[in-house]
């Protein structure tokens, strides 16, 4: 296939975003309609290369590849595998709801749209990398556009002190994985003889070996080069994806952001972080993820149980929903921690219903903050009569949530559990058992998010309504309800038919297995 | 080493050089005959005639075949002298460009004679093989640079910033000249591959290397403004014409650069003379604490050319990396960095006097709003900002992922953890000043600031190539790997 279906993907965004930035600043509906046409492209796209994927086959496919620097050994590598097409096309549904909902943004529409897409390119283009330094390179792009994002259009209250702590928090992360991606780099370079930064020539040459030396460390004696550089590049990019004790940015920046910006955020951002702890940290030094991941899966446990715990206290429904995708995202690094292919399987189906489902319960919450002018649950109230079809998506939204069964939490959450018990017993020593404890105790923190969700349907939208909402809050707009649908669907197509996506999934986490040696 | 006598035809190789004492002379002239309503086509004379400059040396003085000492060994011709003359060509002519509109400086002949005499003091720094050219060289351009930075003869910053210059580039420049007389003395070679040789055969004693190393890092150090060196800098940016601290922050930095490369891989750069000398661990001490200091003292500043100060300091610090590293990548990452350095900060500049000359303040708390007085401005801003902070797809990025790849390969992972420490400091400071831009409401009935032709030419193409460096990083990292081989 020799069209570049990647590259015009991921760079069509920041192309019409720079576009837009040239743009006069008095042509808004000619603006949005510009957003809207690219991203109808990219989700044209992103669907075509999903369905175009040969689950079959397996591998990466639609792959381009030349020299970028070669003095440096850094590519333009692109391509798709299992577990990073759905991100694809997870991407591509957020950025076209996305442009959907944020129609009504009335300051400064032209930059909004265009540093949204300068972030689209950003997520698109780490998914589909192939090439540390590409990788890094869409990352940061992926960051910066965030803080303006946030800063300027996000809520007045604390807009300027999240957006400023979120972007320090990934930059911060970044930098740290950086330093752990150099290290890679010279020590296959002097291993081997040939420096690059190409992610499948690293992984050849850590199968062959190239990894396996001691690193003479003050104060610690001699320790394994992965061991000693999985942590930096592990925890560098999942502090992106939320991992405890360096998840609370988050929330805090779920909150502050437009409502765009959290679908976008919560739905698609922290899955960069966690696709990239595994690309990079988990596929690239695997003997340091089999030594570091069990007590690391501690950590996803306190992000699942708490997370959740928090979730309850909330009064604001923004506040509530970020803690929640800290809980869910929790999930997805336990999955990794289960090296085994139920539990990966999971891992990958819960990052795309985790995004779609998180996208949602961020565009009705804004849609009904646009309206009623509060997201205080207790303020809040009998919002099914006004707007019946919010009322549908949230529902369904809650239901993928709490695992139920027939939508698309199900089919991910499921998985994970039972690799996690799985791979409790596979070993018999005492790693063994506290796998299948972790794994009772965080599947119970579902019913606690279930409880929670729950609460919060009943009382935002069923109840009495207060007076003055009774009297100014309207229905949705045509391209709200359109949002609803394309996100509403998504989710029940995948709960109800796993089959669309169970195989490519599979094809990719064995291929992401294998570096473990089979499983 | 190969010393070849004085040719007619190596004049050739200066034929830019040539080229700009005639640019000078016609300045002088059309000085003294444009009338006052054309005055303002002496920047653009010089603007041009330092980009046809350019074409020059791209034409007549490309190395290739006659790399090597030449006039006597005065000169070195190789990549790297090409790849510096290519930077202070292009420095000056952006600084020649957005001068034209500035109040007191963009009408008077003399000042763009100075800027030209100081660019080709600059290119003769960087060509230099020998320790008399340098010097003479060195002050060539320093006195120039002392008299622009007291250009605004009413301004009293201005004339302290010039002052203040003087002094410390004076006490600093007898110090370096003092390190020079010592290796001559023992050595009895004024070229700087002659002492090589005799370094390397201990003609010097331990104690001499020691003090000429140290007295030398003096008066590079100042130039190139690295702590402990660097307290003029925040003073003399501040008082000086903007134009002028565009110009020093890039070209003058580089030119520093380009000496300290220079003495310290030629002149000390063998293991016996490094060894001895100690320099290396010097540096990399400075290294370390410049851009710490220049970083976490940028944090509190109010005044954005203050701020650009410390920025400059850090921003040297980064570029050290790449000298410290020791390697033929190191070298290429810090030449590669001064040229992505020198198109950022020089579009960051060129925002300040825009908006200093509406606005009459140069405080970051005026430039609140600027996004909607002027959205194209403020992109520009964000480019440069952002470039500095090190964001990609702009060349700040690829910059500091070259120096940090160099000093990761030499093993030096501590300096590596303290840039990445240091870095997070800097996108801090420079978002502050982009939040300002973007989120913060504009001051009641502030209209838009105007752009004359020549700024908005000179912000587009150096936003232009802050984007294209960023990306399409290979070819110019291909002349930074050829100027740094040339070294070697």
């Known amino acids: 296939m020799n069209f570049p279906f990647l590259s015009v993907i991921s760079l069509t965004p920041i192309t019409v975003g720079c576009l837009l930035l040239l743009f006069p600043a008095e042509r808004k509906n000619e603006a949005r309609v510009a957003a809207l046409a690219a991203a109808s492209l990219c989700l044209g796209l992103s669907l075509f290369v999903y369905f175009g994927y040969d689950a079959g086959a397996g591998g990466y496919q639609f792959v381009e590849k030349f020299d970028w620097i070669p003095q440096f050994g850094i590519s333009y590598h692109m391509g798709v595998d299992g577990v990073s097409n759905p991100m694809v096309l997870l991407t591509g549904i957020v950025i076209f709801t996305g442009v959907l909902i944020s129609w009504g943004i009335d300051d400064r529409p032209r930059e909004f749209f265009a540093f949204l897409f300068i972030l689209a390119s950003g997520v698109f283009g780490v998914f589909v990398s192939l090439d540390m330094f590409q990788l890094f390179f869409f990352y940061e792009i992926a960051v910066f556009p965030m803080y303006l994002l946030i800063a300027i259009w996000g809520w007045k209250v604390t807009r300027e002190y999240a957006a400023m702590k979120l972007t320090l928090f990934l930059f911060i992360g970044s930098l740290v994985a950086l330093v752990g991606a150099f290290a890679m780099y010279f020590a296959i370079g002097r291993a081997t003889g040939v420096y690059t930064f190409d992610m499948l020539k690293i992984q050849e040459a850590q199968a062959a070996g190239a990894f396996n030396f001691a690193l003479n460390v003050p104060g610690l004696g001699a320790v394994s080069f992965e061991r000693f550089w999985f942590p930096p590049v592990f925890f560098g990019f999942a502090v992106l994806g939320g991992i405890y004790p360096f998840h609370n940015w988050s929330p805090d920046g779920h909150v502050a952001a437009p409502t765009a910006v959290s679908m976008f955020h919560a739905g698609v951002l922290m899955k960069l972080g966690a696709f990239a702890a595994l690309r990079m940290g988990i596929m690239l030094l695997p003997e340091g993820a089999r030594f570091h991941l069990p007590w690391i899966v501690i950590l996803t446990l306190i992000n699942v149980v708490y997370g959740s715990f928090i979730a309850m206290r909330q009064t604001d429904l923004k506040y509530m929903i970020g803690y929640s995708s800290v809980s869910h995202m929790g999930l997805v690094s336990m999955a990794f921690a289960t090296m085994n292919q139920t539990g990966y399987l999971g891992g990958g189906m819960q990052m795309f219903a985790h995004g779609v489902m998180t996208a949602m319960l961020f565009a009705t919450t804004g849609m009904i903050y646009d309206r009623a002018h509060t997201r205080m649950m207790p303020e809040l109230g009998g919002m099914a009569k006004k707007m019946p079809f919010v009322l549908i998506g949230f529902t369904i939204a809650c239901l993928s949530s709490m695992g139920m069964p027939g939508f698309a939490g199900f089919v991910a959450e499921f998985p994970i559990f039972m690799g996690l018990w799985r791979a409790g017993t596979q070993t018999s020593d005492f790693i063994g058992t506290y796998y299948a404890w972790i794994a009772v105790i965080s599947a119970l923190a579902i019913i606690i998010t279930a409880a929670y969700l729950l609460i919060c349907v009943q009382r935002v939208f069923f109840g009495e309504i207060s007076e003055e909402h009774d009297h100014h809050v309207g229905d949705v707009t045509v391209l709200d309800k359109v949002a609803i649908t394309v996100l509403s669907s998504a989710m029940i197509a995948i709960g109800v038919f796993p089959v669309l996506m169970y195989p490519m999934v599979i094809s990719g986490v064995d291929a992401a297995l294998r570096v473990f040696g089979g499983s | ?488």
């Open chain 2, 1 to 488: 080493m190969n010393i070849q006598d004085f040719e007619w035809a190596h004049l050739r190789l200066l034929a830019p050089e040539i080229f700009l004492v005639v640019v000078a002379a016609v300045m002088m002239s059309l000085d003294l005959t444009l009338p006052e309503s054309r005055r303002r086509q002496l920047g653009l004379v010089t603007g041009i005639g330092m980009f046809l400059a350019m074409g020059l040396a791209v034409i007549f003085a490309l190395p290739g075949m006659d790399e090597g000492l030449i006039l006597g060994g005065m000169i070195r011709n190789d990549f790297a002298t090409f790849a510096f003359r290519m930077i202070f060509l292009f420095s000056s002519g952006v600084t020649a460009l957005v001068s034209v509109d500035v109040e007191g400086l963009g009408r008077k002949g003399e000042y763009y004679t100075m800027l030209i005499g100081t660019t080709l003091g600059m290119i003769f720094m960087a060509a230099a093989a020998d320790l008399v050219m340098l010097y003479l060289a060195i002050e060539t351009t320093s006195v120039g640079l002392y008299a622009m930075a007291g250009f605004l003869r009413d301004n009293d910053k201005s004339v302290e910033s010039g002052l203040k210059y003087f002094l410390f580039g004076a006490t600093t420049s007898t110090v370096m000249l003092y390190g020079f007389s010592l290796l001559f003395g023992f050595t009895g070679q004024t070229n700087l591959y002659g002492i090589a040789e005799a370094v390397s055969a201990g003609q010097v004693p331990a104690l001499a290397l020691i003090a000429s190393a140290v007295m030398i890092i003096v008066g590079v150090g100042f130039k190139v403004a690295i702590v402990p060196f660097h307290f003029w800098t925040p003073d003399v940016y501040e008082g000086a014409p903007t134009p002028v601290t565009a110009f020093l922050s890039v070209a003058s930095k580089s030119a520093g650069f380009a000496v300290l490369i220079r003495i310290f891989l030629t002149a000390l750069g063998s293991t016996a003379a490094s060894s001895i000398s100690g320099w290396l661990p010097m540096m990399l001490a400075m290294a370390a604490v410049t851009m710490t200091v220049g970083n976490f003292l940028a944090l509190p500043q109010r005044n954005i050319k203050r701020l650009l100060a410390y920025s400059s300091i850090a921003h040297a610090g980064y570029a050290m990396m790449g000298i410290v590293a020791l390697t033929t990548e190191g070298i290429a990452a810090t030449v590669f960095y001064l040229t992505a350095y020198m198109l950022t900060n020089l579009a960051a500049f060129t925002v300040v006097i825009l908006f200093s000359r509406v606005v009459g303040s140069d405080e970051i708390a005026d430039y609140a709003g600027l996004s909607r007085r002027s959205p194209y401005l403020a992109l520009a801003m964000l480019i440069a900002f952002l470039s500095l902070g090190g964001m990609p797809p702009l060349a700040g990025f690829v910059s500091k992922f070259f120096v940090f790849a160099a000093a990761m390969r030499s093993d030096l992972v501590w300096l590596t953890w303290v840039a990445v420490l240091n870095s997070i400091v800097g996108l801090y400071y420079y978002l502050v000043v982009l939040k300002m831009v973007y989120v913060k409401p504009a001051p009641e009935g502030a209209g838009a600031i105007p752009v004359s032709r020549p700024y908005a030419f000179a912000l587009g193409v150096l936003c232009a190539g802050v984007i294209v460096v960023g990306v399409a990083v290979a070819p110019w990292m291909g002349w930074a790997t050829e100027a740094a081989r040339a070294l070697f």
